[in-house]
Structure formats: structure tokens, C-alpha cells
């Protein structure tokens, strides 16, 4: 393999996690609970019936996970904030253990030269709040608002860079629309209130953390490139209307303050009140993560298919569009197609569609492969490697073309708790043995570090 092509000096390497996928502890310090530790106790919700009740345990091994990121020589470390175990009931009394918890991550953090970037919202809303609508209650975002300043004051004299919501079009696809996570509550279209509200809540985030002085203020958005089928045109509507639902109704109120205009109907505003939250929700941003893992192959639903099962996910009948595995030769663990030439594409779809787009940060990109000790107790994992070699190559081909890319966050710095699908799937540069909490340093952490020395910096 040639050496992997230079990425910009100063180009930002990492990792990502998110606290109910790491923490565990979930009933210690004061945390309120979750949706998340609602969903995972509901039978059959969780592949083999796991929880992140312990995941990783990093609550408790928090000293000895740092010194791992410390090894590993990452420049960032993105990790998530539960809002629970600051504010137990969503709003109100604030819980001095959980805010002592993220003072003490952020000081370590900076003791080891990383530099902390929190996301302040990674989809463990508090119980209380979703007892009281969830995201389909517009009292929600107002929340998020107060919990992000309870937070930006307490850590705003460190923290630098900022991250407001996680994939608010997965939280609204899967735990809204669908029944795959938490809440689980199957509304389909009506799942767009969450939608527009997470929005909201990601407007009142910037605002509260420009008020705060804020230096770097970003979100981090799933995108799915969206392929259609075939050429023809029920395939490129199907495809459009998809591409619309998943990606250009969560970005392009942020980055062009509209929604895509076949959509508009669906939000349930008039048109005052919907112009005054899209300028707060298109307010400036000074970067735009995006996560990529894998594209969607989409096409018009052909009569007499039965697509149940086809894809990964399971959409319901009746939709103008159906899913399909994307063709793709080389599959992860998890059975996502790896198709690094895709994320190139989306990236250069956005500088196209959005003129106002700030600099991007690859907030998480990685693959689940199962890959444990072998006999000599080592993990190779030369797929993984392959893998992240293959996607930071396609961050260079995106640069070349002209999009200014200054980061790339893997996922995941340690194996995980991956929600519905439990502990299975494994997606860290360490491995973690659940029985024991032991850590193994996979092939891939070796590679990762050694490619983070070999980059020019201007740090
Ligand atoms: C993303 C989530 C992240 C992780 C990866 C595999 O959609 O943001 O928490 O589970 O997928």
C-alpha cells in the first residue's frame, strides 16, 4: 500500500464516542434516566437483550481511557454529555456529580494535550422530558437551550469547540418514524414535529453558546448519499423525494434557512412563526460535521416486491420509495456496504448545494468488523485498517476537488455499546472484552497513531 496521500497541515485527526454507548454507571451520581435505559429494558428492543447499564464502564476507568486517547495521538476527542446526569429531570435541579463528571473528563483532556469537543445532545433524552413529549413537543428544544447554558458555564473557560445535536435525522427516522430506537414510537410521517424541533433545539444551542463566547460551534449530521436505482424517472423521484427526507430536510434549514419546498407542507407552522425559527436555526456555524458510513440505494417501489428485509432498514408499505442493499463487493461486519468513493460524492454535493457551506469535520466515519484476540492475544484488524485508509483517501480526493475539509473523527476510539444491535458490533481502535473491561489495542490504533505522526501540522 503507498504511503496515505498528505492531508492539509493542520488537518485535525480523532475520535469519537457518545456517553450512553461508553459510560455505563447509569444509576450512580445522581443520573436521571434515559430513553435510552427506557428502550433497552423493553423485551426484544436489543439484540441479545443488552443495555448499556455498564458498556464500557469509562465512567468508572475514566484516567486509564484517557492515557489510551493520550497514546493513540489524537489532536480532538469528540465524546457526548448526558443531559440526565446534569439535569436529572430534563430541566430544573442541576446535579453537581454529573457536571464534576465532565470537568474532570475536559481537565484531562487538556492535561494530555487533546483537545475536548463535546456533543451536548447524543440522543439519551432525559425520561422526564419525553414523558412530556419528547421531541414532538416544542417545550423540548427550549430545554435543550437551558441545559446547553448550565453546561457552556461550567466548562466554557476550556472548552473551545463545540457540538450541538448528533444525527437528528436518525434520532427522527428510527426512534420516530421507525421503531428501531429509542423512544420506538412508529409515526411515520408524523414523526416530523421531531424533526423541526431538534432543529429548534439546535438553534437555541448556538444561541446560548455565542452568548457564552464560544469559540468553534458545529453539529454533526448523518449523511446518507442517496443513489438511484436506475436512470429512469420514477427511480430519480423516488430517489429525490428519499434524498429530501433523509439529507435536505435536517441541512437545509441549518445551512440555507428553508426547508426543501415538497416538505414544507408537513411542518405544521405558519409561515411567521416558521420564518423566526429558521433564523434562529440557520444562524452561522463555524463547522459542519458530517458521519458517514454507507449509501442508499434507492428506488420507485415495483408492484408485487416484497422489500422486507432487502435493506437494513425496514421501511413500511406505501412510501413512494423503496430501499435496497447498495451494491457494493466488500460489506463490514455489521453488513454495511463500504463505498469510500460515496463520501467524496456527498461532500462535494454539499459544497455544490449549499454556497454558504462553513468548513467540514468528518465527525465520526469507521466500520464494525468482529475481529477479537487471536491466539497471540493481538487483534489484527486489517480490514479496519484498510478501511480507514480508503475513506481518509477519499477526504483527499474531496480537498482536491475543492471542498475544505480540516477533520476526521473516527468511530470509535474504544468497541461500544451500538444500540439496538448491543454489543456485538465493534467498531473501536481498542477492543474491549465486556466480561473483564479489559482493553486490547487493536492493529488499527498502531496504524491511526502512525498515520497522526506522519501528517504535516502547523499546530
Ligand atoms: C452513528 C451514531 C453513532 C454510532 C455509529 C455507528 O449513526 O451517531 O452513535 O452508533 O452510527
Redo the contacts with the bound molecule.
Keep these: 500500500m503507498t504511503a496515505l496521500p498528505i492531508l492539509p497541515a493542520g488537518f485535525r485527526f480523532g475520535a469519537?464516542?457518545?456517553s450512553y454507548?461508553i459510560e455505563g454507571a447509569v444509576d450512580e451520581d445522581g443520573r436521571g434516566p434515559s430513553i435510552w435505559d427506557t428502550f433497552t429494558r423493553e423485551p426484544g428492543r436489543i439484540r441479545n437483550g443488552d443495555t448499556g447499564d455498564v458498556a464500557i464502564d469509562h465512567y468508572h476507568r475514566v484516567e486509564g481511557d484517557l492515557d489510551l486517547l493520550a497514546e493513540l495521538g489524537i489532536h480532538d476527542y469528540r465524546f457526548s454529555i448526558a443531559w440526565s446526569r446534569i439535569l436529572p429531570q430534563g430541566t430544573g435541579a442541576v446535579e453537581p456529580r454529573g457536571l464534576a463528571f465532565y470537568d474532570r473528563l475536559v481537565d484531562g483532556l487538556l492535561a494530555r494535550g487533546i483537545r475536548p469537543v463535546p456533543t451536548l445532545y447524543?440522543?439519551d433524552l432525559p425520561q422526564a422530558l419525553e414523558d412530556r413529549g419528547g421531541w414532538l413537543s416544542r417545550d423540548t428544544a427550549e430545554a435543550l437551550g437551558d441545559y446547553v447554558g448550565v453546561v457552556v458555564e461550567r466548562l466554557g473557560d476550556r472548552v473551545r469547540d463545540w457540538i450541538t445535536l448528533?444525527?437528528m435525522s436518525?434520532q427522527t427516522l428510527y426512534g420516530y418514524a421507525l421503531t428501531d430506537h429509542a423512544p420506538g414510537r412508529g409515526l411515520g410521517f408524523g414523526a416530523l414535529p421531531a424533526a423541526h424541533h431538534q432543529l429548534l433545539a439546535h438553534g437555541h444551542a448556538v444561541a446560548r453558546l455565542r452568548e457564552a463566547g464560544a469559540e468553534r460551534v458545529g453539529v454533526?449530521q448523518?449523511h446518507f448519499p442517496v443513489v438511484p436505482a436506475s436512470e429512469s424517472m420514477d427511480d430519480l423521484v423516488a430517489a429525490g423525494t428519499f434524498q429530501a427526507i433523509t439529507n435536505w430536510l435536517f441541512a437545509d434549514p441549518i445551512l440555507a434557512g428553508r426547508y426543501p419546498e415538497e416538505l414544507r407542507p408537513l411542518i405544521p407552522l405558519d409561515d411567521a412563526q416558521l420564518a423566526a425559527d429558521l433564523e434562529l436555526i440557520s444562524a452561522p456555524l463555524d463547522f459542519y460535521g458530517v458521519?458517514y458510513?454507507e449509501p442508499m440505494l434507492v428506488e420507485a417501489p415495483r408492484e408485487g416486491t416484497d422489500y422486507a428485509g432487502a435493506a437494513e432498514v425496514d421501511l413500511p408499505e406505501g412510501l413512494p420509495f423503496a430501499l435496497l442493499p447498495y451494491p457494493s463487493e466488500e460489506r463490514t461486519d455489521?453488513g454495511w456496504a463500504i463505498a469510500p468513493g460515496q463520501l467524496t460524492a456527498i461532500l462535494r454535493e454539499l459544497r455544490e448545494r449549499y454556497p454558504n457551506l462553513p468548513p467540514v469535520v468528518i465527525t465520526?466515519g469507521?466500520a464494525?468488523f468482529h475481529d477479537g484476540p487471536g491466539p497471540d492475544g493481538a487483534v489484527h484488524d486489517a480490514r479496519r485498517i484498510a478501511y480507514l485508509d480508503a475513506h481518509l483517501r477519499a477526504v483527499a480526493d474531496a480537498v482536491a476537488a475543492g471542498v475544505d475539509v480540516r477533520g476526521y473523527y473516527t468511530?470509535?476510539a474504544f468497541d461500544?455499546f451500538?444500540?439496538a444491535a448491543g454489543n456485538d458490533?465493534r467498531?473501536g481502535l481498542v477492543y474491549v472484552d465486556y466480561a473483564t473491561q479489559e482493553r486490547i489495542r487493536k492493529d488499527s490504533f498502531a496504524w491511526y497513531r502512525d498515520v497522526i505522526t506522519a501528517q504535516p501540522s502547523d499546530r
Excluded: I, L
Aim: proline content about 0%.
Design positions: 469519537s464516542t457518545a454507548q447524543h440522543w448528533n444525527e436518525v454533526a448523518q458521519n458510513y455489521f465520526e469507521g464494525s468511530w470509535s461500544n451500538e444500540w458490533e467498531f
